[in-house]
C-alpha cells in the first residue's frame, strides 16, 4: 500500500510543513533559476518492512499508512530516529507526533507555544561502571520497566557466537518490552530462560554486564518524566577492559568483581 493523497493532505496539514523535532519548515522557497525544494519526509512510527525500525509483526497492515501510524520530519531527523530507533521507540515518537501537532494547532490559535519534546540525560544518572550479571534474575531487574534499550556486545568470532549474542540480547529486549504484563508465574519462568542464555554465554567465553540510567523526557504539553534505559554489554572474558575492584570488607577472604567507567562489572570500561 502507498499513502493515500488524502492522508497526505492530513499529515502535512496537522504538522503545518514543519518537522516534528526541529521544527524547521520543510519547503523551500524557489530561486529566480530553480523549483521550490522539499526537505521533509513523511516517516512510518511502525515499519512495515520486517527489518525495519520498530516493526511490529502484530500491526495491522491496513493502519500502515494511515496518519496516526506516520510524523512528519525533515531528512536530518527521519533518518536519526530510524538508526536510534532504540531511543525513538514508537511511544516516544507518538507522544513526539500529538505534541508536535498540538504546538501547530495552539500556535496557529495564537496559544502558548508548546516546548519540542525531548530526551535529556542527567550526569547523576549515568552509571560509572556496568556491574557483571550471572543470573536470569539479575538481567530482568535491569530490562524490566524500562523504555529503551541500549544493548552492545565484542566482536563474535564464529557462527556459534554469532548466534549466542543474538538469542541473549533478543530475548532480554523481548523480556524488556513485555515485562510489565507478566504475571508473577511467567517472569519465573523468563528468569530461568535468561539464566540458561547466560550460562551459555559464559561457557563460550563471554560475561554479561548491565546497569541502568534513568534520563527525562520533557517538552510538549504534560509534565516531564522518568525514561528508563537498560544498558547491557556482552564481552569476551578475556577483554582487557575488564577490571576487578575489591569491594571486601576488611577480613574478608573473598574479592568481589566490579568495574571502570559504564562498563562490564567484573567490569569493562568504556562509554555506554
Not at 147 to 170: I, K, N, Y
Not at 256 to 270: D, I, L
Request: a negative charge; charged letters at 30%.
Amino acid at each position: 500500500m502507498a499513502i493515500s493523497e488524502k492522508d497526505r493532505k492530513i499529515l502535512w496539514g496537522r504538522a503545518g510543513n514543519r518537522c516534528a523535532l526541529c521544527r524547521h519548515e520543510l519547503v523551500i522557497d524557489s530561486t529566480v533559476a530553480d523549483d521550490e525544494s522539499v526537505v521533509g519526509d513523511e516517516c512510518h512510527i511502525v515499519s512495515g518492512k520486517a527489518q525495519g525500525p520498530r516493526h511490529d509483526p502484530a500491526f495491522p497492515a491496513e493502519r500502515l499508512d494511515e496518519p496516526d501510524n506516520l510524523v512528519l520530519l525533515c531528512r536530518i531527523h527521519h533518518k536519526m530516529v530510524d538508526d536510534q530507533c532504540e531511543a525513538y521507540t514508537v511511544e516516544v515518537l507518538q507522544k513526539l507526533k500529538v505534541n508536535h501537532e498540538k504546538w501547530v494547532s495552539s500556535t496557529l490559535a495564537g496559544d502558548k507555544q508548546v516546548p519540542p519534546v525531548r530526551l535529556r540525560r542527567i550526569k547523576e544518572n549515568i552509571p560509572s561502571h556496568l556491574i557483571r550479571l550471572t543470573s536470569g534474575q539479575d538481567v530482568m531487574k535491569i530490562v524490566g520497566n524500562s523504555s529503551a534499550f541500549s544493548f552492545e556486545h565484542d566482536e563474535p568470532q564464529s557462527q556459534a557466537e554469532v548466534e549466542l549474542l543474538s538469542a541473549f540480547l533478543q530475548e532480554a529486549q523481548d523480556w524488556g518490552d513485555l515485562y510489565s504484563d507478566l504475571e508473577a508465574g511467567d517472569r519465573v519462568k523468563a528468569a530461568y530462560r535468561m539464566s540458561t542464555l547466560v550460562r551459555e554465554l559464559d561457557e563460550a567465553g563471554f560475561w554479561v554486564f548491565g546497569g541502568r540510567e534513568v534520563q527525562r523526557l520533557e517538552g510538549g504539553v504534560g509534565a516531564p518524566s522518568s525514561f528508563p534505559v537498560a544498558i547491557l554489554r556482552v564481552a569476551h572474558a578475556t577483554n582487557p577492559e575488564i577490571i576487578r575492584v575489591d569491594l571486601r570488607p576488611k577480613g574478608a577472604e573473598t574479592e568481589q568483581p566490579t568495574g571502570p567507567k559504564n562498563a562490564p562489572q567484573e567490569s569493562a570500561g568504556g562509554d555506554v
